[in-house]
């Protein structure tokens, strides 16, 4: 007995042994940790009284993640943008507002790669004269994107307004009460730490860390994976009533976001960019039960269609190009959008967009 105790004793000490040489050994060659470093001593968001955080005008921040390193420039106007947009705007200009969370920000890509970026040079490379003001900010809601276009509108008057759509909105989507102070609470509870760094989602140990990413590279175990956490939800099939109030509420959302944009002479339109689990059960034609990837779209195309504003679903295009090049249009780990991914959302608004203006 005694002599059985002093080898798995042994045994134990050496896997610890071997787990710590091969911890440090990641942290040497490989880390796997988000380091984020303010270049002029300005975080890349302030704190805001009803909308939680805004973007901090002026900031400049590098961040090294496990799958990328990126640097954030904030301009004087809070936006992710090399330019700042005149007011009034010349008549001859097509200005349009983007509005969208940390995809719309364009997490973990450098600024010339982000979707608004190509989606405007996309425009200008065809003599379309836009200006577009790229107003994403990490960790909104359809609520919050709401309320920052409600301030946004009478500022800077758009000629177009397009708002990015992501079924995590349905999740933390909360009506519009009327009680400024009740909005205040409740998006500052919404709000957190994780926006304030890009949404850290590494383990304390490299090792770790560096073994889901190599797990999750696999399309069938990142599904199998997806499907065990409670972000299944979004896609339920049936609906769970609590998703279908949620639903609810984002149609009153949208609806008051249309007529916001009425009254300032701004077409409304949604681009609905999907998350990575979308692409991949489309791609790789996986059926998992009790799961419908399509089902949003569907739903919000038809409350579109009724309320008469575009809804664009950019789905299917990520689809078809992720089955043909068969490169990442996410990262797998951190789950934004890559720069082929950023690429192929870009250039996919810019193709629809035109085909609306040329049905106008």
């Not at 040497?28 to 302030?46: E, F, K, M, V, W």
């Not at 043909?324 to 959302?345: I, M, P, Q, T």
């Amino acid at each position: 007995m005694i002599s059985r105790s002093r080898d798995i004793l042994l045994i134990f000490v050496i896997g610890v042994a071997l787990l710590i040489a091969l911890e440090m050994l990641t942290r040497l060659i490989l880390p796997q940790d988000y380091r984020t470093i303010s270049l002029n001593g300005l975080a890349t968001a302030r704190n805001d009284s009803v909308l939680g955080h805004l973007n901090q005008p002026g900031a400049h921040v590098r961040l090294d993640a496990p799958e990328f390193s990126v640097e954030y420039i904030v301009n004087d106007e809070g936006f992710r943008d090399e330019v700042n947009h005149s007011r009034p705007k010349q008549d001859s200009i097509l200005r349009i507002l983007l509005l969208g969370d940390s995809f719309t920000w364009g997490a973990g890509v450098g600024y010339d790669g982000i979707w608004p970026v190509v989606f405007e040079h996309r425009c200008l490379a065809d003599g379309v004269p836009v200006d577009v003001i790229k107003a994403g900010v990490s960790g909104y809601d359809t609520r919050q994107e709401l309320i920052y276009l409600e301030r946004l509108l009478p500022k800077y008057r758009p000629d177009i307004v397009i708002l990015a759509f992501l079924p995590n909105d349905l999740v933390t989507n909360l009506p519009i009460t009327g009680n400024d102070s009740l909005e205040s609470r409740q998006a500052l509870t919404q709000d957190s730490l994780l926006v304030r760094n890009q949404g850290i989602k590494d383990s304390p140990l490299h090792v770790v860390t560096l073994l889901k990413r190599l797990l999750m590279s696999n399309d069938f175990l990142y599904t199998k994976l997806y499907f065990n956490t409670d972000r299944s939800q979004y896609f339920s099939a049936p609906m769970a009533d609590l998703l279908k109030d949620q639903i609810t509420i984002t149609k009153e959302l949208l609806a008051r976001a249309l007529s916001s944009c009425r009254s300032h002479n701004a077409t409304f339109i949604v681009y609905s960019i999907p998350q990575q689990i979308q692409v991949l059960v489309k791609a790789r034609n996986y059926h998992p039960p009790g799961i419908d990837v399509d089902f949003i779209d569907q739903e919000f195309s038809t409350f579109a269609r009724d309320s008469s504003f575009a809804w664009i679903p950019a789905l299917p295009a990520l689809v078809e190009r992720y089955r043909f090049n068969h490169k990442d249009l996410f990262f797998r780990l951190n789950g934004h959008l890559s720069r082929e991914g950023n690429a192929a959302v870009g250039d996919y608004l810019y193709l629809r967009f035109t085909e609306l203006r040329s049905t106008q």
